[in-house]
């Protein structure tokens, strides 16, 4: 399997740009959850969907953010409009914890940076 | 509520020296997971090890090893003969498993910076 997939790895956009992170699960698996990782609030859990359905948006910073998954194979996060203080590396993960081995396995992250 | 602490921000040791990290959760489940991973300076997150709670046997995987204790509520990670390519941010986390709600929510601690010194 070729483990969870991101794109881009980079982003650079302008302030008030629509930004669109996706991200593709490991086949098979049930869970997609999507973290943000900055320096000040570390790793954060913005939102994760079981079977392509949110579970807990909680963590969703404000109305800007918003994640879909329209189906089992693929998600996007969107910011818009984005801010400088969005600027941080969005990683997704997936697990299968049916199986009983419910590690998440994550991306490589999207780094983005908003001028 | 869950927590996970790690309260060493950073340490530095030198080549072959070990080293542990502290991992102390909070749950009020009786059914949980621990996890740790490790963040190489590439960025990434690699899976390492993952305990259920009704498992307290240590584990060893060559120079890793790990210390599950419930009773003090901790799940510690030793490095033994440690080596630069160690260098890297470790993080713990607690997962809670809900099944028929769904709801697996994974509480991640701060992270342990750790330098190994050539």
């Known amino acids: 399997d070729a483990g969870v997939i991101q794109s881009p790895r980079h982003e650079v956009t302008e302030m008030g740009q629509e930004v669109t992170l996706r991200c593709k699960p490991i086949s098979g698996h049930d869970y997609l959850f999507w973290y943000r990782q900055t320096m000040m609030r570390g790793l954060e859990l913005l939102i994760y969907f079981n079977n392509n359905v949110p579970i807990d948006d909680s963590g969703m910073p404000e109305d800007r953010f918003s994640a879909k998954m329209p189906n089992a194979s693929f998600s996007t996060l969107k910011i818009q409009p984005s801010e400088p203080r969005d600027s941080a590396v969005y990683f997704c993960?997936?697990?299968?914890?049916?199986?009983?081995?419910?590690?998440?396995?994550f991306g490589p992250g999207t780094r983005l940076t908003v001028l | 509520a869950q927590k996970v602490t790690q309260a060493q921000t950073e340490i530095s040791v030198v080549e072959k020296e070990d080293v542990t990290l502290d991992c102390v959760y909070e749950t009020r489940d009786t059914t949980y997971y621990l996890f740790w991973y490790k963040q190489p300076p590439s960025g990434e997150l690699v899976f390492l090890i993952r305990r259920n709670s009704f498992d307290e046997q240590n584990e060893i995987s060559g120079r890793y090893s790990w210390n599950f204790q419930k009773s003090t509520s901790s799940f510690n990670f030793t490095i033994t003969a440690s080596q630069v390519v160690d260098s890297a941010v470790y993080f713990c986390a607690l997962s809670e498993a809900r099944l028929t709600t769904g709801t697996y929510k994974y509480i991640f601690g701060t992270g342990t910076r750790l330098k190994v010194l050539a």
């Open positions: 993960a997936s697990s299968q914890p049916g199986t009983g081995n419910n590690e998440q396995f």
